[in-house]
T-cell receptor, first 118, second 111 residues
Framework: GAVVSQHPSWVICKSGTSVKIECRSL??????MFWYRQFPKQSLMLMAT?????????EQGVEKDKFLINHASLTLSTLTVTSAHPEDSSFYIC??????????????FGPGTRLTVL | SQQGEEDPQALSIQEGENATMNCSYK?????LQWYRQNSGRGLVHLIL?????REKHSGRLRVTLDTSKKSSSLLITASRAADTASYFC???????????FGKGTRLSVIA
């Protein structure tokens, strides 16, 4: 299969601090990755598309200056929540699509990051 | 935005019974994927079915796709307590586009 990792798996921070979340494709390259947010007992909502070598594309209503995305390499995308506030507390999860081979078009998700802002 | 609805929102069955979950979507798609999520965890990929396919099997899982009705179903046969989780369908317009998720079905399998 294809494995996507995320780090950290959980983080607790004070209001006003910034938090960086890493998403890595471990055994395949991903020119594109996606960041989602999930509130308790709800479905996943797309936040942004992370593109290697170019700017991220944000969904309507997602502040690009608050949620900074950097796709540093073909296996790493980072999401930085800047000046976090309690309303940013959520489960953040990334995904990467397989673009070739037997698993072509399947999207694989990281284990998620639980962010709690006090 | 959500692609559509999943039905039922919650399902409780006895171990050994079959569980059927349905998913509807609104726009044309390239593929539809089913995922399982245990509480507070990441998503596990179950099956991808393409728009030109009607049925796929994987172990105890059977997925159907009816593009004329814009709907899909996931059947889990001979359910086990370990199948207890939330199940989501998600659609994609092409291979490299983000997935649009349904609201999910919470399945409880009682031993």
């Amino acid at each position: 299969g294809a494995v996507v990792s995320q780090h950290p798996s959980w983080v607790i921070c004070k209001s006003g601090t910034s938090v960086k979340i890493e998403c890595r494709s471990l055994d395949f390259q991903a020119t594109t990755m996606f960041w989602y947010r999930q509130f308790p007992k709800q479905s996943l909502m797309l936040m942004a598309t992370s593109n290697e070598g170019s700017k991220a594309t944000y969904e309507q209503g997602v502040e690009k200056d608050k949620f900074l995305i950097n796709h540093a390499s073909l296996t790493l995308s980072t999401l930085t929540v800047t000046s976090a506030h309690p309303e940013d507390s959520s489960f953040y999860i990334c995904s990467a699509p397989q673009t070739s081979g037997r698993l072509r078009d399947e999207q694989f998700f990281g284990p998620g990051t639980r962010l709690t802002v006090l | 935005s959500q692609q559509g609805e999943e039905d039922p929102q919650a399902l409780s069955i006895q171990e050994g019974e079959n569980a059927t979950m349905n998913c509807s979507y609104k726009t044309s798609i390239n593929n539809l994927q089913w995922y399982r999520q245990n509480s507070g965890r990441g998503l596990v990929h179950l099956i991808l079915i393409r728009s030109n396919e009607r049925e796929k099997h994987s172990g105890r899982l059977r997925v159907t796709l009816d593009t004329s009705k814009k709907s899909s179903s996931l059947l889990i046969t001979a359910s086990r307590a370990a199948d207890t989780a939330s199940y989501f369908c998600a659609t994609a317009n092409s291979g490299n586009t983000p997935l649009v998720f349904g609201k999910g079905t919470r399945l409880s399998v009682i031993a």
